[in-house]
């Protein structure tokens, strides 16, 4: 498990498990999963833009690749949906 927060006000969360979703329902008083599709078994817009609350940027759809450089520079892979993966070079 390891916390980031070398990318300014971006926090990356990772964790050395196998059933993040299954983790993220007996915690899901600290996400915020408003952007996750609706059928999704997770969704709730109980904390839809609570301040302090996780929220992820690809919706219910898994990064398989996450490379940061350096504040707002990052770039990042969603192999299930192409729309999805980002690459951030802010302010450069």
Do not use: W
Not at 66 to 78: E, I, P, Q
């Amino acid at each position: 498990m390891g916390l980031y927060d070398n990318l300014g006000d971006t926090l990356f969360y990772t964790r050395g498990i196998v059933h993040l979703y299954k983790d993220m329902s007996q915690n899901l008083d600290l996400f915020d999963t408003s952007n996750f599709e609706t059928t999704h078994p997770l969704y709730t817009t109980k904390n839809h833009r609570a301040l302090g609350k996780f929220k992820s940027e690809t919706g219910s759809l898994v990064p398989l690749e996450f490379v940061g450089l350096r504040a707002k520079m990052y770039s990042l892979l969603v192999p299930d949906d192409p729309k999805e993966c980002r690459i951030r070079a802010k302010g450069i």
